[in-house]
């Protein structure tokens, strides 16, 4: 998929190829001088340089000094580094392509490998068998589980969990942090009259046990007076089929006033079960995202989800595989902030029927 860089980007780009080819020694420029020859506002000038820190090629030496030039990959080595993605949709992230783009501008050779954690069953014998038959100088796993990252944390192949099941791992990760994202969105629908609120999240976040956002949940549901249980994240099998008898199930007994979906493909698959059942979102349910997606733009009325910045992780991701090749591998946690985007997909309660 074609994407043309931004302003910051090709500056970036621009300032990357004249360190390689020894413009510069010792320290960089000035942004100020910077900004003179090339044209562009301090601004640009400015996040162009933390691109090139992230990725290792500057160091920041605090506020007023110049930035310090680090020999680029100095007793390091060019990595095969392959992506184990979550499913197959995960194809269509414009963040992944340009995490790849990343990897191989630093001379990484990067892709993703032939198998999903989807197609492997989340099933950690059989991920062995296929990691251990793929080469590969270090991992970058998408979304798995708690097991899946414990196995890969104990290989010999450096690893990275980006987003997942990382509590109690030792792995590097990157993921956003949604926890108060999440709990303005359940104060939203507590206010609202909400109760019978439903989390819909795939098995790995509920078996062998709850996942630490789900535990936040229900805890957070307690501790403001809701009663939660099973009900609040039903069970259902990881399949269309699954979710679909779930959904039917959960509205024929005790229909919920709000549903809250875990990621983006879940949530237009319930969002296309509720039209064909003729329930009205948010007139007979409320419906929001703990995601964002690309497709979110063109919905009216526009979907409440949490939103996040996903370059900054990427950015961590490629200065962890350059921390790889130079031998170290510290399992230190990348964060970014989230923020609730309120839509017209959440409105008041109503009264069971």
Not at 72 to 86: E, N
Request: net charge neutral; hydrophobic share 40%; with cysteine.
């Amino acid at each position: 998929m074609f994407r043309p860089l931004s302003h910051v980007e090709q500056v970036a780009a621009h300032l990357r190829s004249e360190l390689e080819q020894g413009r510069w020694s010792g320290e960089m420029p000035g942004v100020f001088r910077l900004e003179q020859e090339l044209g562009v506002n301090h601004g640009v000038v400015h996040r162009a340089l933390g691109m090139l820190e992230d990725e290792g090629m500057l160091e920041n030496q605090g506020r007023g000094r110049k930035r310090r030039i680090i020999a680029k990959r100095a007793g390091s080595k060019a990595l095969t580094v392959r992506v184990l993605l979550y499913e197959r949709s995960d194809l269509r992230d414009d963040y992944l392509l340009d995490l790849m783009h990343l990897l191989r501008g630093d001379g990484h050779d990067a892709d993703f490998a032939d198998r999903t954690l989807l197609e492997l069953g989340m099933d950690v014998r059989r991920v062995a068998r296929f990691v251990n038959a793929t080469e590969s100088d270090a991992w970058v796993v998408l979304s798995g589980s708690t097991e899946v990252l414990r196995w890969f944390s104990r290989q010999p192949t450096p690893a990275f969990a980006l987003f997942g099941l990382t509590e109690g791992v030792e792995i590097a990760f990157a993921a956003p942090r949604k926890r108060p994202a999440i709990a303005e969105l359940l104060e939203h629908l507590i206010g609202l009259g909400h109760r019978r609120i439903v989390h819909i999240v795939r098995e790995e976040h509920r078996k062998p046990e709850l996942g630490a956002i789900e535990r936040f949940i229900l805890g957070y549901l307690e501790e403001r007076g809701v009663a939660t249980g099973p009900y609040n994240i039903p069970d259902w099998s990881n399949s269309p089929a699954g979710l679909h008898g779930m959904l039917d199930s959960i509205f024929r007994h005790t229909p919920p006033t709000a549903l809250l979906v875990d990621e983006p493909s879940i949530f237009l698959a319930t969002q296309n079960h509720l039209a064909n059942q003729g329930i009205r979102c948010p007139e007979r349910v409320s419906l929001a995202c703990y995601d964002d997606d690309s497709s979110f733009d063109w919905f009216l009325p526009r979907v409440t989800h949490i939103s996040w910045d996903p370059k900054p992780l990427m950015r961590g991701v490629v200065r962890w595989v350059n921390k790889v090749a130079q031998g170290r591998n510290a399992p230190r946690p990348i964060l970014v902030k989230s923020k609730l985007v309120h839509g017209g997909t959440t409105g008041p309660a109503v009264a069971p029927r």
